[in-house]
């Protein structure tokens, strides 16, 4: 059974750059689309983006300048950077990794990571 | 972009009680609708894809229906364990822009 854990600093100081790892356990991260999605407390969800285990990435339009992924398969890892992060930033992230139907446009996020919390603030 | 809105935004109701959610996009996403619980603290489960199909392990009270704007969410018979948050995702938009609804609150009455 695939399983997904968040890591990485809790707290990010204004203007700096949020640094995550997910690692996959239980199974190969190779041939699958994996997810970052985020969720400030008391809010809904925020997708931000996918990346292929080629490397190939798709980003929320509205993160796309401060975005990067990245994806180690000898590690079973993939990473999430976000740039000159703000007190809006602040929220549990959540990686997920993205199942597919037969159909190119089915798509579902499944299992996700338990997340984590990160908080911006000097 | 698409956009997803749900109804109700919040529920009150009684174990044992059919309970229905519906969520509708702003333009056609034919059956590409997932549906999804999730409890406070914890991450989101997967419980429908595909508008309908029930993921592995959900309990068969759940099921999903729709296609093209409007969705619902229904679950048969409320138990326990149900009281939580459910958000609907599309994943229809190319390229990939995959949407939550704002979600629904179903609470004890």
């Known amino acids: 059974q695939v399983q997904l854990q968040e890591s990485g600093p809790g707290l990010v100081k204004p203007s700096e750059t949020l640094s995550l790892t997910c690692t996959v356990s239980?199974?190969?991260?190779?041939?699958?689309?994996w997810s970052w999605i985020r969720q400030p407390a008391g809010k809904g969800l925020e997708w931000i983006g996918r990346?292929?285990?080629?490397?190939?990435?798709n980003y929320n339009p509205s993160l796309k300048s401060r975005v990067t992924m990245s994806v180690d398969t000898s590690k079973n890892q993939f990473s999430l950077k976000l740039s000159s992060v703000t007190a809006a930033d602040t929220a549990v992230y959540y990686c997920?990794?993205?199942?597919?139907?037969?159909?190119?446009?089915?798509?579902?996020?499944?299992?996700w990571g338990q997340g984590t919390l990160v908080t911006v603030s000097s | 972009d698409i956009q997803m809105t749900q109804s109700p935004s919040s529920l009150s109701a009684s174990v044992g009680d059919r309970v229905t959610i519906t969520c509708r996009a702003s333009?056609?996403?034919?059956?590409?609708l997932n549906w999804y619980q999730q409890k406070p603290g914890k991450a989101p489960k997967l419980l429908i894809y595909?508008?309908?199909s029930l993921q592995s392990g959900v309990p068969s009270r759940f099921s999903g229906s729709g296609s093209g704007t409007d969705f619902t969410l229904t679950i048969s018979s409320l138990q326990p364990e149900d009281f939580a948050t459910y958000y609907c995702?599309?994943?229809?938009?190319?390229?990939?822009?995959?949407?939550f609804g704002p979600g629904t609150k179903v609470d004890i009455k």
């Open positions: 595909a508008a309908s």
């Open positions: 995702q599309q994943s229809y938009s190319t390229p990939p822009l995959f949407t």
């Open positions: 990346i292929y285990t080629s490397g190939s990435t």
């Open positions: 239980g199974g190969s991260i190779s041939s699958y689309y």
């Open positions: 333009q056609s996403i034919s059956s590409y």
């Open positions: 997920a990794r993205v199942d597919s139907g037969r159909i190119w446009a089915e798509n579902w996020f499944d299992p």
